[in-house]
Protein backbone atom coordinates (compact mmCIF):
# COMPACT_ATOMS: atom_id res chain seq x y z
CA UNK A 1 0.00 0.00 0.00
CA UNK A 2 1.34 3.38 -0.75
CA UNK A 3 1.69 6.21 1.07
CA UNK A 4 0.78 9.92 -0.67
CA UNK A 5 2.13 12.77 1.49
CA UNK A 6 1.15 16.00 0.73
CA UNK A 7 1.94 19.64 2.26
CA UNK A 8 -0.84 20.90 3.87
CA UNK A 9 -1.93 24.27 5.27
CA UNK A 10 -1.84 24.40 8.85
CA UNK A 11 -4.46 26.77 11.02
CA UNK A 12 -2.34 30.21 10.63
CA UNK A 13 -2.53 29.28 6.59
CA UNK A 14 0.83 28.59 5.91
CA UNK A 15 2.13 25.54 4.33
CA UNK A 16 3.66 22.63 6.54
CA UNK A 17 5.55 19.36 5.70
CA UNK A 18 4.19 16.19 7.41
CA UNK A 19 7.10 14.18 6.73
CA UNK A 20 9.45 17.16 8.48
CA UNK A 21 7.02 17.58 11.28
CA UNK A 22 7.23 13.57 11.54
CA UNK A 23 11.16 13.80 10.90
CA UNK A 24 11.58 16.34 13.85
CA UNK A 25 9.20 14.22 16.49
CA UNK A 26 11.55 11.04 15.91
CA UNK A 27 14.76 13.60 16.14
CA UNK A 28 12.96 14.59 19.85
CA UNK A 29 12.29 10.84 20.17
CA UNK A 30 16.18 10.18 19.76
CA UNK A 31 16.93 12.75 22.31
CA UNK A 32 14.51 11.96 24.64
CA UNK A 33 16.25 7.94 24.43
CA UNK A 34 19.30 8.82 25.20
CA UNK A 35 18.09 10.79 27.97
CA UNK A 36 16.46 8.20 29.39
CA UNK A 37 19.52 5.66 28.47
CA UNK A 38 21.64 8.30 30.67
CA UNK A 39 19.16 8.15 33.47
CA UNK A 40 18.85 4.04 33.54
CA UNK A 41 23.04 3.98 33.48
CA UNK A 42 22.81 6.56 36.39
CA UNK A 43 20.59 3.97 38.43
CA UNK A 44 22.79 1.17 37.83
CA UNK A 45 25.60 3.24 38.47
CA UNK A 46 27.50 3.29 34.99
CA UNK A 47 28.05 5.58 33.18
CA UNK A 48 25.51 6.01 29.45
CA UNK A 49 28.51 4.70 27.59
CA UNK A 50 29.21 2.27 29.81
CA UNK A 51 25.59 0.83 29.30
CA UNK A 52 26.16 0.92 25.17
CA UNK A 53 28.84 -1.00 25.41
CA UNK A 54 26.72 -3.67 27.58
CA UNK A 55 23.93 -3.39 24.95
CA UNK A 56 26.40 -4.33 22.42
CA UNK A 57 27.66 -7.20 24.80
CA UNK A 58 24.03 -8.46 24.63
CA UNK A 59 23.03 -8.02 21.22
CA UNK A 60 25.86 -9.25 19.53
CA UNK A 61 27.60 -11.86 22.01
CA UNK A 62 31.00 -11.99 23.61
CA UNK A 63 33.46 -9.94 21.72
CA UNK A 64 37.19 -8.69 21.39
CA UNK A 65 38.08 -5.21 23.14
CA UNK A 66 39.21 -4.19 19.53
CA UNK A 67 35.43 -5.18 18.05
CA UNK A 68 33.75 -3.29 20.72
CA UNK A 69 35.44 -0.32 20.20
CA UNK A 70 35.21 0.15 16.50
CA UNK A 71 31.42 -0.29 16.91
CA UNK A 72 31.51 2.09 19.62
CA UNK A 73 33.55 4.59 18.05
CA UNK A 74 36.26 5.02 20.65
CA UNK A 75 40.16 4.15 21.14
CA UNK A 76 41.65 1.73 22.54
CA UNK A 77 42.49 3.56 25.18
CA UNK A 78 39.39 5.00 25.91
CA UNK A 79 37.64 0.98 25.53
CA UNK A 80 40.25 -0.19 28.50
CA UNK A 81 39.35 2.32 30.78
CA UNK A 82 35.31 1.67 30.17
CA UNK A 83 35.84 -2.23 30.48
CA UNK A 84 38.16 -1.36 33.72
CA UNK A 85 35.40 0.14 35.21
CA UNK A 86 32.20 -1.93 33.92
CA UNK A 87 34.49 -4.81 34.77
CA UNK A 88 34.63 -4.07 38.73
CA UNK A 89 31.24 -2.62 38.72
CA UNK A 90 30.59 -6.51 38.02
CA UNK A 91 28.71 -6.23 34.68
CA UNK A 92 31.28 -7.91 32.63
CA UNK A 93 34.26 -10.08 32.50
CA UNK A 94 37.85 -10.47 30.26
CA UNK A 95 39.11 -13.83 29.45
CA UNK A 96 41.50 -15.68 27.36
CA UNK A 97 40.27 -15.90 23.63
CA UNK A 98 40.61 -19.59 23.38
CA UNK A 99 41.17 -18.92 19.19
CA UNK A 100 44.11 -16.70 20.10
CA UNK A 101 46.27 -16.89 22.61
CA UNK A 102 47.13 -13.30 22.83
CA UNK A 103 43.92 -11.90 22.94
CA UNK A 104 41.24 -11.16 25.19
CA UNK A 105 37.25 -11.81 24.60
CA UNK A 106 34.76 -9.58 27.18
CA UNK A 107 31.44 -11.55 28.22
CA UNK A 108 28.50 -10.23 30.31
CA UNK A 109 28.35 -11.29 33.45
CA UNK A 110 24.46 -12.48 34.97
CA UNK A 111 24.37 -8.77 36.55
CA UNK A 112 25.20 -7.87 33.11
CA UNK A 113 22.62 -9.69 31.43
CA UNK A 114 20.33 -8.74 33.94
CA UNK A 115 21.01 -5.01 33.96
CA UNK A 116 20.19 -4.85 30.25
CA UNK A 117 17.30 -6.86 30.02
CA UNK A 118 16.33 -4.52 32.98
CA UNK A 119 16.38 -1.45 31.11
CA UNK A 120 14.99 -3.05 27.81
CA UNK A 121 11.99 -3.86 29.99
CA UNK A 122 11.74 -0.36 30.79
CA UNK A 123 12.00 1.21 27.26
CA UNK A 124 9.25 -1.77 26.10
CA UNK A 125 7.12 -0.59 29.16
CA UNK A 126 7.46 2.90 28.13
CA UNK A 127 6.91 1.60 24.52
CA UNK A 128 3.99 -0.18 25.51
CA UNK A 129 2.09 2.40 27.62
CA UNK A 130 2.01 4.75 24.91
CA UNK A 131 1.04 2.18 22.59
CA UNK A 132 -1.51 1.11 24.40
CA UNK A 133 -3.44 4.72 24.05
CA UNK A 134 -3.12 4.33 20.11
CA UNK A 135 -6.00 2.78 17.32
CA UNK A 136 -4.86 3.05 13.97
CA UNK A 137 -2.63 6.06 13.30
CA UNK A 138 -2.38 8.58 10.21
CA UNK A 139 0.93 10.01 10.02
CA UNK A 140 -0.06 13.38 11.92
CA UNK A 141 -1.50 10.77 14.44
CA UNK A 142 2.20 8.55 14.50
CA UNK A 143 3.81 11.96 14.70
CA UNK A 144 1.54 12.51 17.95
CA UNK A 145 1.93 9.47 19.22
CA UNK A 146 5.81 9.81 19.03
CA UNK A 147 5.85 12.86 20.87
CA UNK A 148 4.16 11.90 23.16
CA UNK A 149 6.44 8.90 23.62
CA UNK A 150 9.29 10.96 24.04
CA UNK A 151 6.95 12.44 26.78
CA UNK A 152 6.74 8.93 28.59
CA UNK A 153 10.59 8.42 28.40
CA UNK A 154 11.67 11.96 29.37
CA UNK A 155 9.58 11.93 32.60
CA UNK A 156 8.36 7.96 33.74
CA UNK A 157 7.05 5.08 32.20
CA UNK A 158 3.30 3.61 33.45
CA UNK A 159 2.97 6.82 35.39
CA UNK A 160 6.05 5.88 37.61
CA UNK A 161 8.61 8.45 37.59
CA UNK A 162 11.41 7.66 36.31
CA UNK A 163 14.22 8.29 39.03
CA UNK A 164 15.52 12.11 39.66
CA UNK A 165 12.30 13.19 37.35
CA UNK A 166 8.75 13.62 38.85
CA UNK A 167 5.51 13.07 37.22
CA UNK A 168 4.57 15.22 34.77
CA UNK A 169 0.93 16.51 34.25
CA UNK A 170 0.87 15.42 30.42
CA UNK A 171 1.40 11.61 31.75
CA UNK A 172 -1.66 11.98 33.62
CA UNK A 173 -3.61 12.99 30.45
CA UNK A 174 -5.15 10.46 27.54
CA UNK A 175 -3.51 10.73 24.03
CA UNK A 176 -5.14 12.67 21.50
CA UNK A 177 -4.52 11.94 18.16
CA UNK A 178 -6.43 14.62 16.73
CA UNK A 179 -4.35 16.79 14.55
Not at 94 to 122: C, F, K, M
Request: glycine share 8%.
Amino acid sequence: MAMTLTVVENDEGADRDPVQELAGGLRRLVACGQHFRNLQARELQLGPTDLVALGHLHSAGSMAPKELSALMGVTSGTMTALLDRVEKAGFLKRERNPDDRRGLLIHLTPAGQHSVQWVYEQFDSAIRHTLDQAPELSIDQLRILLEKLSDTLEGGMNGSPVPGQAKTAAQDQPLRLEA
